[in-house]
Nanobody
């Protein structure tokens, strides 16, 4: 089992920045994949970014590439999502998720086993 607790959401103006944190606990993470997903009202949950804990390989959705950065801190057992140049369309509940590692860092939310409670990000225009 893996427990995930997100923090760092809030209200920010367009063009601003936020950093989300996902504190993980419960087991050794070396073989796990972590990811951030988001869900806006009336929309399906979509992928944002993913990272392999051990190798550090990353993947991003096209809508956030160049603006968001996913990273992990081994000492703190935490995954981060640095979000820069935020846009109103980034407004959503952001979820951290984890799964036993796959060979390829795919980003289908149905393949992730453990989820956090979510944190709201609101970007005003």
């Amino acid at each position: 089992q893996v427990q995930l607790i997100e923090s760092g959401g809030g209200l920010v103006q367009a063009g601003g920045s936020l950093r989300l944190s996902c504190a993980a606990s419960g087991r050794t993470f070396t073989s796990l994949d972590f990811a951030w997903f988001r869900q806006a009202p009336g929309k399906e949950r979509g992928s944002v970014a993913g990272i392999k804990w051990g190798a550090g390989e990353t993947s991003y959705s096209d809508s956030v590439k160049g603006r968001f950065t996913i990273s992990r801190d081994h000492a703190k057992n935490t995954v981060y999502l640095q979000m820069n140049n935020l846009k109103p369309e980034d407004t959503a509940v952001y979820y951290c998720a984890a799964r036993n590692g796959w060979m390829v860092l795919t980003m289908n939310p149905s393949t992730f086993d453990w989820w956090g409670q979510g944190t709201q990000v609101t970007v005003s225009s």
